[in-house]
């Protein structure tokens, strides 16, 4: 097995470690709904809502918290949302119809992302905000609006391709968003179209974990929001975005030595930590390592409200070298921001059942076949490692301490977790999985903390598999009660489930 | 000592004894080689020199570039040597985490280019790494860079076996130290040196150290990242150890602070690792009662100078000041809270008849964007720091504060009360009350 197991123990909060702590509820809802199954907990994105908000009190700043909604495809979490005074991002149709029907109120949804004719009609039509990518956006809007007299539409401009002074930081080429560079004409068709249009503000959305991106993002905003003001025009709010990360992890110690034996193990000097020796991006080039390692940094000190917090205290080296945060309050904008899986913290998980345990003649790990198949729950696709939760069966011993601790006298093994698609390539994980005990047939698999794009993000129906069904579960004193997701309402956790 | 070129400057450095009872060593020499007086100020001056020498003239002729994917202290040294011979100098990095060193570059004319941060949402299927696009580009048919490639180039290693390491043998007496404990950073240093010295005695060990894998520590690499390091071999150190950045900055102090080397972090992590590793030995040495003395060389790396804000972050309490008289942090809770005051309304009519001097506390970027009119911009800082030496204006003079939300101006109008002021009051609620209220702002 190559040494000590290397875990990648979740990091559960009390509401996921509470759930996981039930397993007579777990295994009877897997067997009557079937596997996989997805849980999702919607009083947590209350929870995770007031500390984003907590966040904009400590800076004094106002503005909305939009709940990107395409990180989830659940009615629950949406409706318990609506029950708050967040709001949600839209970018399809159908999530802007989902929103609508969920209770949102118009001024509370943005319409972002690629948009066709329907969804940027029935936006104008309801007055949500619009974030425009580009002039051409702007141009169809305008014209929508004037064709079937709609009402005055409020617009965000979607800005990108910021340059930092002095140091220049190479980007990821961006699909979206207008180059500040051209912001002058983009700005020229805003007034040309003002008895259509009201600039709220603009807006910007980098995909990096690097906070000094976004800082320099958020300061070429606030000079163009500075260049609206001297040509007449009254913004009044910067969207920046999402991308505030989420911790994965219990243990920052875990993680290190997990990437140092994956390096390791590329490099030849420990036995392969994956199937067929996967380096995750790595390769061994005679000795040294080469690549760049393709993993979502799991473990996250700095994750979530906290890197917003982080990201406002930084200091706008352009402009006077004061707190970002201290700027947008001076300026007097509103601040928007669309997490969409910091939002999603600990607000769900798949539970899979173990369909057959196979040992191989070589000796090495053990074969684990689960009901499920890769892409229902998608963690290796974000790049995500984190060990699964075993729920056994039959608990042994009497009481039922799932995820409290190794169980008396089992054994820690080393598995390969397969799904249920007939594909060579239907790994559920690539690399090697260390579980603290054996697992069974009929025992559970937890994925923990898959509700932000790793539930049903990827999830299809070929084979003619079933996809995940997906259960909301709240506490009612120390009794979990659940729905099905499309059962949940706000109302439905004070009367209980009908 | 005269020279014809600066770059005759490099090398020849001083080995200096550390005072054993700053280190407690008994029966150990342990020397410092300050490589932090060489002209760029760095050991790598060496290394840049050697490597960009041959190449030089002829990249002056096709008006070329230097690049080099550096963090620092090379990219110093190149830009300064780019720069006498007509050539301009680009940074590849993402390591770049030391403003100082950002701004120095930028000073000497070289030019940065950052790469990103990692993407939020992965595309396992991505193929393109900046970094990959970088190498493409430099290896382009046409390319006219210069690229020294301190991770691969064996002049790196070279110039430390052919010039640091036997100066040291040199200063030694013709002796090789028994120990040498080097910090990993390209390992050109580290690898060269160590060369150099079991050439001339087989039986030196050689120590390498490298940063706690959570740490940051200028110039030293983490284990993981030593292994993308093409000069990097495993086989060059007899141990591998670990060093923090608390550590680092610890040995830092004592060499500033009581040996008079005004070393940077790695320095200090060099000092750190080589006392922690010998004082072991030397407990044996003592328990042998053996008479031999063994003597140890460390190598310290750069300057302090460039790692103040480096060390703020971490040690804030060694840039404790006294406290100073007038200072909104003396203030009470309840002084705070019974500021005079006034609302929007009631603050235009006073404006209209009272004409207090209303100052704005907000930055000059906010002020000129909009303001109340007749109102003067003094930015927070400066405020404060005048008010250190007592009053800025007239008693005589009634005095509007404005800020954001009110908060910061309530703490003034508190502060300049309790200074003696008779009529200073904070605007409640801020310039954003004063918007929301419908009252005028202007940008003129």
């Given at each position: 097995?190559?040494?000590?197991?290397l875990?990648?123990e979740?990091r559960l909060?009390?509401?996921?470690r509470?759930?996981?702590?039930?397993?007579?509820l777990?295994?009877?809802?897997?067997d009557?709904?079937?596997s996989p199954?997805?849980?999702?907990v919607?009083?947590q994105?209350?929870?995770?809502?007031?500390?984003f908000?907590s966040?904009?009190?400590?800076?004094?700043?106002?503005g909305?918290v939009?709940f990107?909604h395409?990180?989830?495809?659940?009615?629950?979490?949406?409706?318990?949302?609506?029950?708050?005074?967040a709001?949600?991002?839209v970018?399809?149709?159908?999530e802007?119809?989902?929103?609508?029907?969920?209770g949102?109120t118009?001024?509370r949804?943005?319409?972002t992302?690629?948009?066709?004719?329907?969804f940027?009609?029935?936006?104008?039509?309801?007055?949500?905000?619009?974030?425009l990518d580009t002039?051409g956006?702007?141009e169809?809007?305008?014209t929508l609006?004037?064709k079937?007299a709609l009402?005055?539409?409020?617009?965000?401009?979607?800005?990108s391709g910021?340059e930092?002074?002095?140091?220049?930081?190479?980007?990821?080429?961006?699909?979206f968003?207008?180059?500040v560079?051209e912001s002058?004409?983009l700005l020229e068709?805003?007034?040309?179209?003002?008895?259509?249009?009201?600039?709220?503000g603009?807006a910007y959305h980098?995909d990096?974990?690097s906070?000094t991106?976004k800082a320099?993002?958020?300061?070429?905003?606030l000079?163009?929001?500075e260049?609206c003001?001297?040509r007449g025009?009254?913004?009044?709010?910067?969207?920046?975005?999402?991308?505030?990360g989420?911790?994965?992890?219990?243990?920052?110690?875990q993680?290190?030595?997990?990437?140092?034996?994956?390096?390791?193990?590329?490099?030849?000097?420990?036995?392969p930590?994956?199937?067929g020796?996967?380096?995750?991006?790595l390769?061994?080039?005679?000795?040294?390592?080469?690549?760049t390692?393709g993993?979502y940094p799991?473990?996250r000190?700095?994750?979530g409200?906290?890197y917003?917090?982080?990201?406002?205290?930084?200091?706008?080296?352009s402009?006077?070298?004061?707190?970002?945060?201290?700027?947008?309050?001076e300026?007097?904008y509103?601040?928007?921001?669309?997490?969409?899986?910091a939002?999603?913290d600990q607000?769900?998980l798949?539970?899979?059942?173990?369909?057959?345990?196979?040992?191989?003649?070589?000796g090495g790990?053990?074969?684990v076949?689960l009901?499920?198949?890769?892409d229902?729950v998608a963690?290796?696709?974000h790049g995500?490692?984190m060990d699964?939760?075993?729920v056994?069966r039959?608990p042994?011993?009497t009481?039922?301490d799932?995820?409290a601790g190794?169980?008396?006298?089992a054994?820690p093994?080393?598995v390969?977790l397969f799904?249920?698609?007939c594909?060579?390539s239907?790994?559920?994980?690539?690399?090697?999985?260390?579980?603290?005990?054996?697992p069974e047939p009929?025992?559970?698999?937890?994925?923990?903390?898959?509700?932000?794009y790793?539930m049903?993000?990827?999830a299809t129906?070929?084979?003619?598999?079933p996809s995940a069904r997906?259960?909301?579960?709240?506490?009612?004193?120390d009794t979990w009660?659940?729905c099905?997701d499309?059962?949940y309402?706000?109302?439905?956790?004070?009367?209980?489930?009908q | 000592m005269?020279?014809?070129?600066i770059?005759?400057?490099?090398g020849?450095?001083?080995?200096?004894?550390?005072?054993?009872a700053?280190?407690?060593l008994?029966n150990?020499?342990?020397?410092a080689?300050?490589?932090?007086l060489n002209?760029?100020?760095?050991v790598?001056d060496?290394?840049?020199?050697?490597?960009?020498?041959?190449?030089?003239?002829?990249a002056?002729?096709?008006?070329?570039q230097?690049?080099?994917?550096?963090?620092?202290?090379?990219a110093?040294a190149?830009a300064?040597l780019?720069g006498?011979?007509g050539?301009t100098?680009k940074?590849?990095?993402?390591?770049m985490r030391?403003?100082?060193?950002?701004?120095l570059l930028?000073?000497?004319g070289?030019e940065i280019?950052?790469?990103p941060?990692?993407?939020e949402?992965?595309?396992?299927?991505?193929?393109d790494?900046p970094?990959t696009?970088?190498h493409?580009?430099?290896?382009e048919?046409?390319?006219?860079y210069?690229?020294t490639?301190q991770?691969?180039?064996?002049?790196?290693t070279?110039?430390h076996f052919?010039?640091?390491?036997?100066?040291i043998?040199k200063d030694l007496?013709?002796?090789?130290p028994?120990?040498?404990?080097?910090?990993?950073?390209?390992a050109?240093?580290?690898?060269?040196?160590a060369?150099?010295?079991?050439?001339?005695?087989?039986a030196v060990?050689?120590?390498?150290l490298v940063?706690?894998?959570?740490?940051f520590?200028?110039?030293?690499?983490?284990?993981d990242?030593?292994?993308?390091?093409?000069l990097?071999?495993?086989?060059?150190?007899?141990?591998?150890?670990t060093?923090?950045?608390?550590e680092?900055i610890?040995g830092?102090?004592?060499?500033n602070?009581?040996?008079?080397?005004?070393?940077?972090?790695?320095?200090?992590a060099?000092?750190?690792?080589?006392v922690?590793?010998?004082r072991a030995?030397?407990?044996?040495?003592?328990g042998?009662?053996?008479?031999?003395?063994?003597?140890?060389v460390f190598?310290?790396?750069?300057r302090?100078?460039s790692?103040l804000s480096?060390?703020?972050?971490?040690?804030?309490?060694?840039?404790?000041?006294p406290?100073?008289r007038?200072?909104p942090?003396?203030?009470s809770?309840?002084?705070?809270?019974?500021?005079p005051?006034?609302?929007?309304?009631?603050?235009?009519?006073?404006?209209?008849?009272?004409e207090?001097?209303?100052?704005d506390?907000?930055?000059?970027y906010a002020y000129?964007a909009?303001?109340?009119?007749?109102?003067?911009n003094?930015?927070?800082?400066?405020?404060?720091?005048l008010?250190?030496g007592?009053?800025?204006f007239s008693?005589?003079r009634?005095?509007l504060?404005?800020c954001?939300?009110?908060e910061?101006?309530?703490?003034?109008?508190?502060?300049?009360?309790r200074?003696?002021?008779?009529?200073v009051?904070?605007?409640t609620?801020g310039i954003?009350?004063?918007r929301?209220a419908?009252?005028?702002?202007?940008r003129d």
């Amino acid at each position: 097995m190559g040494g000590q197991p290397l875990y990648l123990e979740p990091r559960l909060e009390p509401r996921l470690r509470s759930l996981l702590d039930a397993p007579a509820l777990l295994h009877t809802l897997t067997d009557a709904l079937g596997s996989p199954l997805n849980m999702v907990v919607p009083d947590q994105l209350a929870d995770n809502l007031q500390q984003f908000r907590s966040v904009y009190g400590t800076h004094h700043l106002s503005g909305q918290v939009y709940f990107a909604h395409k990180a989830n495809r659940s009615s629950a979490l949406l409706r318990r949302l609506a029950a708050t005074d967040a709001g949600v991002d839209v970018a399809s149709l159908a999530e802007l119809q989902h929103a609508l029907g969920a209770g949102l109120t118009p001024d509370r949804i943005a319409a972002t992302g690629p948009k066709n004719p329907e969804f940027l009609w029935l936006a104008a039509r309801t007055s949500v905000t619009v974030s425009l990518d580009t002039r051409g956006e702007l141009e169809q809007l305008a014209t929508l609006v004037r064709k079937h007299a709609l009402p005055r539409v409020r617009i965000l401009l979607r800005l990108s391709g910021f340059e930092a002074s002095g140091v220049r930081v190479l980007s990821r080429r961006s699909r979206f968003g207008t180059a500040v560079g051209e912001s002058g004409p983009l700005l020229e068709d805003v007034e040309r179209h003002a008895d259509v249009v009201d600039l709220v503000g603009v807006a910007y959305h980098l995909d990096t974990t690097s906070l000094t991106e976004k800082a320099t993002a958020l300061e070429g905003c606030l000079r163009v929001l500075e260049e609206c003001r001297s040509r007449g025009l009254r913004p009044r709010a910067v969207d920046i975005g999402g991308g505030f990360g989420v911790n994965y992890l219990a243990h920052g110690g875990q993680w290190e030595q997990y990437t140092t034996g994956l390096t390791e193990a590329v490099l030849g000097s420990r036995p392969p930590l994956t199937y067929g020796g996967h380096g995750y991006g790595l390769r061994n080039e005679a000795g040294t390592l080469r690549g760049t390692l393709g993993l979502y940094p799991a473990h996250r000190p700095v994750a979530g409200a906290r890197y917003l917090d982080e990201l406002l205290s930084h200091p706008a080296a352009s402009l006077g070298g004061r707190p970002l945060a201290a700027l947008l309050l001076e300026h007097l904008y509103d601040l928007h921001t669309e997490p969409g899986r910091a939002l999603l913290d600990q607000c769900g998980l798949t539970l899979t059942k173990v369909l057959e345990v196979r040992g191989q003649e070589s000796g090495g790990p053990l074969l684990v076949r689960l009901a499920a198949k890769a892409d229902d729950v998608a963690l290796e696709e974000h790049g995500v490692l984190m060990d699964p939760v075993v729920v056994p069966r039959h608990p042994p011993g009497t009481g039922a301490d799932v995820g409290a601790g190794p169980d008396a006298g089992a054994e820690p093994v080393a598995v390969h977790l397969f799904g249920s698609l007939c594909l060579e390539s239907d790994l559920i994980t690539r690399r090697t999985v260390f579980l603290p005990r054996r697992p069974e047939p009929g025992d559970l698999l937890a994925f923990a903390n898959t509700a932000g794009y790793c539930m049903d993000f990827h999830a299809t129906r070929a084979q003619h598999q079933p996809s995940a069904r997906k259960v909301a579960a709240w506490q009612e004193g120390d009794t979990w009660r659940w729905c099905l997701d499309d059962q949940y309402w706000p109302t439905t956790p004070v009367g209980g489930a009908q | 000592m005269r020279y014809d070129s600066i770059t005759d400057a490099i090398g020849n450095t001083p080995l200096v004894r550390i005072d054993p009872a700053v280190h407690g060593l008994r029966n150990i020499d342990l020397y410092a080689k300050l490589e932090l007086l060489n002209p760029f100020g760095s050991v790598k001056d060496r290394a840049a020199w050697n490597m960009a020498r041959p190449h030089l003239s002829a990249a002056a002729e096709g008006s070329g570039q230097v690049v080099e994917l550096s963090s620092g202290n090379t990219a110093k040294a190149l830009a300064v040597l780019a720069g006498m011979h007509g050539l301009t100098f680009k940074s590849v990095t993402n390591r770049m985490r030391i403003p100082e060193i950002k701004d120095l570059l930028l000073l000497l004319g070289a030019e940065i280019e950052e790469l990103p941060g990692q993407s939020e949402c992965l595309d396992p299927t991505a193929t393109d790494d900046p970094l990959t696009l970088f190498h493409r580009t430099l290896s382009e048919p046409d390319s006219t860079y210069l690229h020294t490639d301190q991770y691969f180039n064996p002049r790196n290693t070279e110039a430390h076996f052919t010039g640091t390491g036997p100066e040291i043998v040199k200063d030694l007496d013709g002796r090789a130290p028994n120990w040498f404990i080097a910090c990993v950073g390209t390992a050109g240093s580290s690898t060269g040196v160590a060369r150099a010295l079991r050439e001339h005695d087989p039986a030196v060990r050689v120590a390498g150290l490298v940063a706690a894998k959570s740490d940051f520590i200028p110039g030293i690499r983490t284990i993981d990242e030593a292994h993308e390091v093409g000069l990097f071999d495993p086989g060059t150190y007899d141990s591998i150890e670990t060093v923090s950045a608390d550590e680092a900055i610890e040995g830092m102090l004592t060499l500033n602070r009581r040996c008079g080397i005004l070393a940077g972090p790695t320095g200090g992590a060099a000092y750190f690792g080589a006392v922690r590793q010998l004082r072991a030995v030397d407990e044996e040495l003592a328990g042998e009662g053996s008479s031999d003395r063994q003597s140890a060389v460390f190598i310290v790396c750069d300057r302090v100078e460039s790692y103040l804000s480096y060390v703020r972050q971490r040690r804030p309490d060694l840039f404790g000041r006294p406290r100073r008289r007038n200072s909104p942090a003396d203030l009470s809770d309840a002084e705070i809270r019974t500021a005079p005051a006034i609302g929007v309304t009631d603050a235009q009519a006073w404006i209209a008849t009272g004409e207090p001097l209303v100052v704005d506390l907000r930055s000059p970027y906010a002020y000129a964007a909009l303001h109340i009119d007749g109102s003067v911009n003094i930015v927070e800082e400066l405020f404060e720091e005048l008010l250190h030496g007592g009053l800025p204006f007239s008693r005589n003079r009634p005095v509007l504060l404005a800020c954001p939300v009110g908060e910061k101006s309530a703490r003034y109008a508190a502060l300049l009360t309790r200074m003696g002021h008779p009529d200073v009051r904070s605007l409640t609620g801020g310039i954003i009350a004063w918007r929301d209220a419908g009252a005028p702002l202007v940008r003129d």
